[in-house]
Nanobody, 117 residues
């Protein structure tokens, strides 16, 4: 499974960005997909997740501002981010989780999001 993120960039506080993640390879066993982010000097933290059935969850700090979605026909994952804040700055990583036949987490290379005036 290969994951390639795009859509990052520099945006002012209050602005919006949409991140995309192109998924390829053997994806039939992928159960969930989502996003993590890593701020400078900090650990990689969970942001959002979506299951094959469409169930979603978010870290509290982005609820009401970020929306995760997927287009299974195009093998794409998205993260729509609105009302961005400086604390949203970081490298955003797309992930895909396989549960069967064994647990494997796949990661993209990341895309930089910088929120600054």
């Amino acid at each position: 499974v290969q994951l390639v993120e795009s859509g990052g960039g520099l945006v002012q506080p209050g602005g919006s960005l949409r991140l995309s993640c192109a998924v390829s390879g053997s994806i039939s066993n992928i159960a969930t997909m989502g996003w993590y982010r890593q701020a400078p000097g900090k650990q990689r933290d969970f942001v959002a997740i979506i299951s094959n059935g469409g169930w979603t969850d978010y870290v509290d700090s982005v609820k009401g501002r970020f929306t995760i979605s997927r287009d299974t026909a195009k093998n794409m994952l998205y993260l729509q981010m609105k009302n961005l804040k400086p604390e949203d700055t970081g490298v955003y990583y797309c992930f895909a989780r396989q549960l069967m036949p064994n647990l494997v987490n796949y990661w993209g290379q990341g895309t930089q999001v910088t929120v600054s005036s």
